[in-house]
């Protein structure tokens, strides 16, 4: 017999159907009992599978529990070797890292460790537009022309193919710190790598800041053990004061909050609270956002104004944010890629109305392939993001200029988009393209557009057809982890839930169900975002929003509800204003009431 809808929710405002999350009665029991837990976090922790001698550990996630031994991953120990003898002989070592945040964390990572050592490297983030990803045989070129005998490339290099065989022409050492997935070893010195094929190491889950850290953890340890810092008399680096970046990267890139990742969040954002980084404090001031920071700051206030920079400004603006020593130089960065974020924000809106309009039309396939002429390749990305939040479908949006299509694909939970890429790039339907389980590039002409096409129905109807059933039944439904009310969701529940703690990709923030409110009141906020005022039978109200949702099902559903009877589920927030700290539903979706 099938599972009754939650609240008899079979479609909601944006088609899913709801389910309340089973839970284990007897872990909940657990919980309470041996590891003292209250019942609203005890049924959260059983939901996510930690028994009651975890409890602890999950909750106050360290780094001394978690840190790995960093030489586990394949040919750390040649990386470290290969810097370290660099670093010995005074040589000019070159970092090129991605244009996104992960790329420029994790190129700061390193180029503030090696400067903090006398040794600032030269850093090189290649133009979106003239040079694409990755490391190229011009990068190559220039690099060594400017005197560098090392380049270690960081968030990018897996697939280095033809750069790194004119690097090696040239008597350049390459050393490549990535987290992509690939099914060859590139022709470097060393390839530190979780998703290589040969890594036995168990750390896929760590996004490519995550990869540097380890790195910088294992080369700051031969230094200590060889004796470097003191014969130089050079303080050792506390890495510590590093964690506010990784904990940057691994949220920005949607990496699992699991193992050592939850232990980077949750120091990461204790150190950015200090705001000791000039670049992140002048981001926080040009955004206006002060501490305590989470989560949600990292992803939509921090992250965006990042990424700006590679999407419409200059690319190597948010590695120049993130090293820069003097306030007045990160001041002016931080107002640079704010303003390219209100560029961004703009030219996203307009594309995302154009690519809406085409996926609609797409309403019988399993995905969607949107393109057009003059799209910004800056922004496909991000908008191959809301069209699989929409239509919750994997998205493949691509941008042509000239004949030439840049391309980004974003997926489901059980889709491995990465591997569909890589698949067509090799049968030669695409020019270049590689990437994650969950978030793919890809480069074509337009010629190929249609052959593209047909991989992808052929992909999808193929071999792998059950696995893209029940990702889109999966996507088609949204689980709640608990049931609240208006009287119930208070600041001290909002705490509660937040010892759960950081929350992300792999360890979702709970979604709380609300049954049979009216909606007092709904109108578009902020261009896009429709803001709701909620109250219960008992006169209880509850502040709620639903962020971009005013063009879409849910948003119309909300604003059509205005002075009826919804069902509600969403993530509890706090806000501040004039001093009160209030609570506030984030929407993610909703139901009409029957009556």
Request: net charge negative; glycine share 12%; with cysteine.
């Amino acid at each position: 017999m099938a599972e009754a809808a939650a609240f008899g929710v079979a479609r909601s405002f944006s088609g899913r159907r709801w389910r309340l999350r089973a839970g284990d009665d007897g872990a909940v029991r657990a919980l309470i009992d041996k590891a003292s837990l209250s019942p609203v976090l005890a049924r959260l922790l059983a939901a996510r599978g930690i028994a009651q001698d975890q409890a602890q550990d999950y909750l106050n996630p360290s780094l001394r529990k978690f840190l790995p031994d960093p030489l586990i991953l394949k040919d750390m120990d040649l990386a470290v070797a290969r810097v370290a003898a660099a670093l010995e002989a005074g040589e000019a070592v070159a970092v090129l890292g991605d244009y996104d945040v992960d790329g420029s964390v994790s190129a700061a990572l390193l180029g503030n460790f090696l400067t903090e050592l006398g040794m600032a490297p030269r850093i090189y983030i290649p133009d979106r537009m003239r040079e694409g990803y990755g490391p190229s045989p011009a990068a190559i070129e220039t690099l060594k022309g400017e005197g560098a005998s090392l380049l270690v490339t960081v968030d990018c290099g897996a697939s280095g193919g033809a750069s790194f065989t004119r690097a090696r022409e040239l008597g350049l050492d390459v050393v490549v710190l990535d987290h992509h997935r690939v099914e060859t070893r590139p022709d470097a010195l060393a390839h530190v790598n979780p998703n290589q094929a040969s890594d036995e190491s168990g750390l896929t889950y760590l996004c490519a800041a995550g990869v540097t850290f380890l790195f910088l953890v294992a080369l700051n340890r031969a230094l200590r053990e060889n004796g470097f810092y003191s014969r130089r008399g050079i303080a050792e680096p506390d890495l510590r004061q590093s964690l506010d970046l990784v904990a940057l990267a691994t949220v920005c890139d949607v990496v699992p909050l699991i193992g050592v990742n939850r232990a980077f969040v949750r120091q990461g954002l204790a150190q950015l609270t200090r705001l000791a980084r000039p670049g992140l404090a002048a981001l926080a001031a040009v955004a206006n956002c002060a501490a305590p920071f989470t989560v949600h700051h990292l992803g939509f206030v921090f992250g965006p104004r990042i990424n700006a920079g590679g999407r419409v400004g200059r690319s190597s603006l948010g590695t120049d944010l993130l090293t820069a020593a003097a306030g007045e130089a990160a001041q002016d960065y931080a107002a640079q890629l704010d303003l390219h974020n209100r560029e961004r924000r703009e030219i996203e809106k307009l594309i995302l109305e154009q690519a809406a309009a085409q996926a609609a039309l797409q309403d019988n396939a399993p995905f969607l392939l949107v393109s057009e002429e003059g799209w910004h390749p800056g922004v496909v990305g991000i908008v191959a993001g809301r069209l699989k939040e929409r239509f919750a479908k994997p998205a493949f949006v691509a941008g042509f200029e000239g004949g030439m299509g840049r391309g980004s694909a974003r997926s489901l939970a059980g889709i491995d988009i990465g591997r569909l890429v890589r698949a067509a790039r090799e049968a030669g339907v695409l020019e270049a393209g590689g990437g994650h389980a969950m978030a793919a590039g890809f480069s074509l002409v337009a010629d190929q557009l249609g052959a593209f096409r047909a991989f992808l129905e052929d992909a999808f109807a193929g071999r792998s057809s059950g696995e893209v059933s029940a990702a889109l039944a999966a996507a088609g439904e949204l689980e709640l982890d608990a049931v609240s009310s208006c009287a119930g969701a208070t600041v001290d529940l909002v705490r509660e839930i937040a010892l759960a703690g950081p929350f992300g990709a792999g360890n979702g923030e709970p979604l709380l169900g609300f049954a049979e409110l009216r909606v007092a009141f709904a109108d578009v906020v902020g261009g896009d975002h429709v803001k709701v005022r909620l109250q219960s039978g008992d006169g209880a109200r509850l502040d709620a929003i639903a962020f971009r949702a005013a063009a879409t099902p849910l948003g119309e559903g909300l604003l059509a509800a205005r002075g009826r009877k919804i069902h509600a589920a969403g993530k509890l927030a706090t806000d501040e204003w004039n001093g009160q700290i209030r609570v506030q539903l984030r929407i993610e979706d909703a139901a009409a009431a029957e009556i």
